[in-house]
């Protein structure tokens, strides 16, 4: 099992370290989870070299140009990350990233030899009217068209309106939505959208969950560990 936890815009390199520090202190000696941490692009250096697996948040489609204020795939292995998140439900709302964006995203990190983990979910109005899996859909097949199933390639299925909401999917809910991306794209399927210590049981123990991409609950060392507990003595 797969357990990354996105920081999101949290944390200085200061505070990294020894968070990184204590988590690892938690998690060495569990079997069968990879924890991954994704800082913020200016704290990855302090997370490296801690015995954690460290990706970035995003990552650009070209090797290099003119393109200000991003990061490309030799940038980020240049440090020694070994991956990134591509396409999280916020770079979708807040800075106009599309399906072919992200497709694009995760199509050339693949190819520079990065680990992907490819974000897709609906929004609460797409779920109310019906939409989920036409949504799922368009999202899945624009990153299955441009990367296929690439074993370094994980998504990460995230109802919108379940990220920092308190409001998790019910197992049944992400169960459904893993065993329909999964028909149509075979990697891992993370879950993410509010998962903390005392809902990771019940979602980690569906058939088609294969980890969790945890925001909130990330942030704080004994949470965060306690989820990966949970996720080695599902292993
Ligand atoms: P959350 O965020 O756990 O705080 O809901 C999940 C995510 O955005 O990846």
């Known amino acids: 099992m797969l357990i990354a936890g996105n920081w999101k815009m949290f944390k200085t390199g200061r505070e990294t370290s020894g968070f990184c520090d204590a988590l690892q202190e938690q998690v060495a000696e569990l079997e069968g989870v990879e924890v991954v941490v994704c800082p913020p692009f200016t704290s990855l250096s302090e997370a490296l070299g801690r015995g954690l697996t460290v990706f970035a948040q995003n990552v650009h489609w070209d090797p290099e140009g003119a393109y200000t204020g991003e990061v490309s795939p030799a940038m980020l292995r240049d440090l020694g990350v070994q991956g990134a998140i591509v396409g999280h439900s916020e770079r979708r709302l807040y800075f106009g990233e599309t399906d072919m964006s992200v497709a694009r995203r995760a199509r050339f990190a ?7 983990i490819a974000c897709v979910g609906e929004t609460v109005e797409q779920r109310e009217s019906g939409d989920t899996e ?3 859909k368009v999202q899945v ?9 690439h074993d370094d390639l994980v998504i990460a299925y995230e109802p919108v309106w379940a990220i920092g909401t308190g409001r998790t999917a019910t197992p049944e809910q992400a169960q459904e939505a893993h065993a329909f991306v999964k028909a149509m794209l075979d990697v891992p399927v993370l879950y993410g959208g509010s ?41």
């Open 110 to 116: 693949l190819d520079e030899g990065l680990r992907v």
């Open 134 to 136: 036409l949504v799922l």
């Open 141 to 149: 097949e624009a990153v299955a068209f441009a990367a296929g199933e």
């Open 195 to 235: 998962v903390k210590p005392e809902n990771a049981e019940e979602l980690l123990s569906q058939p088609d969950v294969d980890g969790a991409l945890v925001g909130g609950a990330s942030l704080d060392v004994d949470m965060f560990s306690a989820i990966c507990r949970t996720a080695a003595s599902l292993s």
